[in-house]
């Protein structure tokens, strides 16, 4: 292997990807639980106004441009935090002189400058829970739902419901609402506590068949749709965060609120997500370290002991196009939410170019985009696990929908790059053709399909567009629009490999 020559910086900057993960720990000095009393555990349902919660301290009033002190937290990046500080990457850059341009995820821990420019209305900066146990990532490991809720005496334990096909427990709903969303079962169960006493509780609050949630709409009633929802409401807030689109949170009497800048995604995710109902003394209740940051260490302990989940430098490894090469498909939907509503926008769609418009069955294969095994399928869904231990809460993963049951790949096949996995159609999910879904995800988390750590396929590089499904791919000065029609200009070839 020919030597390379690393510049000083880049030096400084690896030195800080691998030896500061030590200081990690540091970073829950200032999140320190608070403990709620067992007279208030008994009071958490959403109604509970005898339960009084600790202000936090606010922040000042910085002048315009002035460093501040800013430790890079799991998933970092300097477009997210130019968003959050109300600054620039370019100042942010000439404040951080050792930060490489080709830099994508901050090293957790990392001490930085951050020039901030002060904004009215910032919210708490009480963190409630990593981001690490927000996700369905390496944190969930080892953790057994159906055992957790069977040794609590709540409602939960003897509830079931009719989800996906089959009766299905309330541990099972929960791993179900978790492994499809990516969103952590411990904090599924966490809010179910909090909110509906479903640890700890005989009977439910409220009528379970209805919206206990509080989400009142004839399309989401029973608790099962209800949490769904809310993994959907959790998800919009922690990855409109983490692109730095997310501003400002509308509390239910009309208050605008912005997120402190030092905030997490996962926290502001659940201030997203209180936010939605919850009147402005029960949000600012739940927010506080005697909320759900309370209700979550009584359950599992100190959340904070968990390692962070996203690297400083990630990378996406090389992927091709998921169709067989030297077939031509049509590039039909450009960056779009990969289970549900809103963000993240992390999927892309490709149809071969003959079925285009209608759901009609097809002799053309979708195929892996790089090696892997096959850590799960379901009815539409096979999930490509690139680092091979068949677990898809750890490492690179790629999530394919609307994969057809005839000849669909089994579980725990070993395949190659450009394998077969299964023909494209309009199963498992809404389609109005026939074709193919993929997103990624890294250690259970849903990685964007725009920004620095772009979808890569053969050099074609994925770009949002003015809406979800528009968009491009580009590569090498060419480029292709999404468009749900056989048009020539959305069409692209799978080439060999060299």
């Known amino acids: 292997m020919t030597p390379v020559h690393i510049p000083f910086h880049v030096k400084l900057w690896l030195w800080w990807a691998t030896g500061s993960l030590i200081l990690t720990g540091c970073l829950s000095a200032e999140s320190a639980m608070g403990q709620a009393s067992d007279e208030a555990l008994k009071n958490q349902a959403l109604a509970a106004p005898q339960i009084t919660y600790s202000p936090q301290p606010t922040r000042p009033i910085f002048s315009p441009g002035e460093l501040v002190d800013y430790t890079a937290q799991p998933g970092d990046t300097l477009p997210a935090l130019a968003a959050h500080f109300n600054t620039t990457v370019r100042e942010i850059r000439q404040a951080n002189p050792f930060i490489p341009e080709d830099a994508t995820t901050m090293p957790p821990g990392m001490p930085m400058k951050i020039p901030i420019y002060y904004q009215a209305l910032w919210g708490s900066a009480y963190q409630i829970i990593p981001d690490a146990h927000f996700v369905n990532g ?3 490991i080892g953790f057994d739902t159906a055992g957790f809720v069977a040794s609590h005496s709540g409602w939960l334990k003897n509830y079931s419901s009719y989800i996906a096909g089959r009766n299905r427990s309330g541990a099972e709903m929960v791993d179900f609402v978790a492994t499809y969303y990516s969103i952590s079962p411990r904090l599924l169960l966490a809010l179910l506590e909090y909110q509906l006493g479903a640890l700890s509780e005989a009977q439910p609050p409220v009528d379970l068949s209805a919206y206990p949630l509080g989400e009142h709409s004839t399309a989401l ?4 749709r209800q949490l769904t ?12 965060w983490r692109t730095g689109e997310l ?11 912005r997120p402190d800048p030092w905030q997490n995604a996962a926290t502001v995710a659940l201030h997203y997500y209180f936010s939605l109902h919850l009147s402005p003394a029960d949000y600012e209740r739940a927010i506080a370290p005697e909320g759900l940051a309370a209700t979550f260490s009584q359950l599992f302990g100190d959340p904070w002991t968990a390692s962070p989940h996203i690297p400083g430098s990630l990378r996406q490894p090389p992927m091709q196009l998921p169709f067989e090469v030297g077939k031509i498909w049509a590039f039909t939907g450009g960056p779009h939410n990969p289970w549900g509503e809103g963000a993240p926008l992390a999927a892309l769609d490709f149809a071969p170019p003959s079925v285009v418009g209608g759901c009609t069955s097809t002799e053309e294969f979708a195929t892996a985009v790089a090696d892997g095994v096959i850590a799960r399928t379901d009815t539409g869904i096979a999930v490509l696990d690139l680092d091979g231990d068949g677990d898809e809460r750890t490492g690179w993963v790629v999530f394919y929908l ?6 669909l790949i089994p579980q725990g096949s070993i395949v190659s ?12 999910g809404t389609a109005t053709g026939t074709h193919v879904h993929i997103a990624r995800k890294y250690n259970g988390e849903w990685i964007l399909a725009d920004g620095l750590l772009a979808f890569n396929l053969e050099g074609w590089v994925a770009r ?17 629009r999404a468009c749900v029609c056989s048009d020539q200009s959305a069409q692209l070839q799978s080439l060999p490999q060299r």
């Open 402 to 407: 609307h994969l057809s049951a005839r000849d």
């Open 417 to 428: 790059a450009g394998q077969p996995l299964g023909h494209p159609s309009c199963e498992g």
């Open 229 to 240: 929802w809310a993994a959907n409401a959790l998800n919009n807030g922690f990855y409109g």
């Open 247 to 257: 501003k400002e949170i509308t509390l239910t009497d009309g208050r605008l609120e």
């Open 464 to 480: 949002n567009g003015s809406a979800p499904y528009l968009g491009t791919l580009t590569r090498q000065g060419k480029l292709v």
């Open 221 to 224: 009633q029973g608790l099962y």
């Open 138 to 140: 390496p944190s969930a």
